[in-house]
């Protein structure tokens, strides 16, 4: 007899409808705790700032402040708050130069000039991030799916919709959840392209990577891997291969380059000016290393290369660890369970490499929601752990 969860597999895969109603219950519940969170929590002191310069960013077409931080998530944010007519001062005592306190006076300002409407007002922004956390759980579930089967993708979406970290940055209008949603669906499209070589995807991936890069610089970690995963899941062996996969990074390039350039509004060529000073400016930042940080009853001006593992240990739950671990190296118990090695490449590198960047290089210890990137695939890893799981038979007492 065929295990559980093979045969739970099976009916799931005969029942669409079934597999379809579930999925809308956990994205459901994703939107209701989000929903409740995002309507009676007040602004985060990120938020306080973001809103009011995305709003400021969709009526000037102007990006000389906050320039450590790029436009796109702002304005999508701002872009609810524009249209319910908030007020928005932009004179320039209350803006200044845009360095230092002055984005936290224009905050005060906007706060001022919108009293009685505000906390409504960042209830509407916090709503255009609750919508791209709910499409990240759908990219997701189509992944897992794509490789385990309804049944596994459906504990996938399962760990996603109840995973603290995310539920609570999702009901904020912060750029974190933002970054996180557009890199793994730039990666999901990119490995659609590696298996079908179709030009739509390599154009949407370029999109999507456009997307993160204008969302928060920490996208830029990301790009080495772009290469690198499409060379393996392409596994080019000849010239013509490798000038294929050439061309394919030249297609993702353009179109992220475009989006770039879009989200500034076409502000200078061939890279806005505002976009390169902003990444400047956050070397600079990190250079001067002048906001300590605290970890483990002890302040820090350089950081500690154990920050992440461990802030990772902490918040997150003890199910989920434990099902990533079965995923990355239960597989390697038996032969009919091994994944392919491009798989475990996409599910692997991303959050080591992030996780290598963040706890040697740069060392950016102001809180777990710089690793939010990595969940995604994590999570990926997990599914594959429910998948292994589920083909497990009951043991049998002798």
Not at 37 to 47: G, I, M
Not at 118 to 129: D, K, P
Not at 254 to 267: I, P, T
Not at 276 to 301: C, Y
């Amino acid at each position: 007899m065929s295990p559980p969860g093979d045969r739970l597999s099976s009916w799931l895969e005969r029942s669409p409808g079934a597999c379809r109603l579930l999925v809308a219950l956990m994205l459901a519940y994703f939107a209701l705790n989000t929903l409740i969170a995002a309507r009676n929590h007040t602004p985060t002191v990120d938020e306080f700032v973001q809103v009011p310069m995305g709003l400021y960013h969709l009526k000037t077409g102007k990006f000389d402040l906050d320039r450590r931080n790029p436009p796109l998530i702002k304005m999508m944010a701002a872009a609810p708050v524009l249209l319910s007519g908030a007020r928005l001062n932009i004179d320039p005592q209350w803006r200044g130069s845009g360095e230092g306190w002055w984005m936290w006076i224009f905050g005060t300002r906007f706060m001022r000039d919108n009293e009685r409407s505000y906390f409504s007002l960042f209830f509407l922004a916090r709503l255009v991030v609750i919508l791209l956390g709910l499409a990240g759980g759908l990219c997701l579930y189509a992944w897992a799916r794509q490789w385990y089967g309804a049944a596994a993708a459906l504990g996938t979406l399962l760990l996603y919709a109840t995973c603290p970290n995310l539920l609570g940055h999702a009901s904020l209008a912060t750029l974190d959840i933002g970054v996180t949603v557009l890199l793994f669906g730039g990666f999901f499209a990119l490995y659609q392209f590696g298996l079908q070589r179709g030009w739509k995807w390599a154009v949407f991936s370029g999109v999507l990577f456009g997307a993160a890069l204008t969302s928060k610089f920490t996208a830029l970690f990301f790009l080495p891997l772009v290469p690198l995963l499409l060379a393996i899941q392409c596994r080019p062996q000849n010239r013509k291969a490798w000038l294929a996969w050439a061309c394919s990074l030249s297609l993702i390039a353009v179109a992220g380059w475009f989006v770039v350039n879009a989200a500034y509004f076409f502000h200078g060529f061939p890279l806005p000016a505002e976009f390169i000073d902003g990444i400047r400016l956050k070397a600079f930042d990190k250079a001067r290393a002048e906001s300590p940080v605290f970890f483990l009853g002890i302040w820090s001006n350089s950081g500690w290369w154990c920050y992440y593992p461990v802030a990772f240990l902490l918040k997150e739950t003890i199910p989920f660890m434990l099902l990533v671990g079965t995923g990355v190296f239960g597989f390697l118990s038996r032969k009919k369970e091994r994944l392919s090695p491009a798989r475990i490449a996409w599910m692997i590198l991303p959050p080591l490499w992030l996780f290598y960047l963040l706890s040697v290089h740069f060392k950016i210890d102001f809180g777990i929601r710089y690793l939010l990137p990595a969940f995604p695939f994590l999570m990926l890893a997990a599914g594959n752990g429910i998948r292994m799981l589920l083909s497990m038979r009951r043991m049998e007492v002798v």
